[in-house]
């Protein structure tokens, strides 16, 4: 048996099968130059368990779980701005309009992206929820009613959106590790809703004559303030005053006057998925 050759021929299928292999390699190159009987009886059980590792059922299923958890967080934004952007007078004509026309068309594909990945895994993309916006029962009629009247209560929800999508997403790169295209992509998806959730703190910074806007809304979060007049969106932003990274002390590190606030803007703290299913959860029907 050519082992390399073998080899070869997966990695035609899977140009990513070293990085699948990661800290494997050793053995590998050690059947592959060992002699004689030893390693040919080897090398079925080694291989096998290797690929086994490299593309085991238990990671796709986690992947599959992870892009699920992903799409319902995509359909809730999406439905969110197809709805708002159907609202006759909501959103203002030019700039704003332009704004969440593109960020609807954002989520929208990453949705048919999700739902694309997971079948081509073997997976069956989970069912659309029915959304109640207002974080009501179905009525139309809980805490957040006007959601789609109200323009500042639009970009409030819109805002708090946003940034629970950055974080969950961070939250979960670690259970994509197994598949570096997939976690790239996911990766690519993150770094676009922060471009969102910093567009629309952009516009909520432009209106200071907005009774929901809390002092003077920057493109990062700052502590764990919202910048928005409700403590119904606080539980996204709880956590985000850490001040240590990787056990390493940022405020005054090295000697620089580094204080509290400035530690937690250079840095995004990740969410759990339960976190994040708690936060959505009253919107959820």
Known sequence: MNLQHVLTEIEKID???YDRLDGRRQAVKSLATAGGKIALAAVPLALGSLLSKAYG????GQIIN????ALTLEYLEAEFYNTGLASAGLIPSGEDRMAFETIALHENEHVQFLKAAITQLGGMPVAKPTFDFTAGDGSGMGPLAGVFANYSLFLAVSQTFEDTGVLAYKGQAANLISSNEILRAALRIHSVEARHAAHVREIRSRRQSDPL???MPQPWITGNQSNIATNLVQP???GEENTVQAGVQIVGINGFAIDGNDASEAFDEPLSKEQVLMIVDPFIV
């Open 15 to 17: 140009p990513e099968v």
């Open 57 to 60: 059922q238990p990671a796709t």
């Open 66 to 69: 992870v892009l699920n958890f």
């Open 213 to 215: 806007v809390v002092g």
């Open 236 to 238: 996204s932003y709880n």
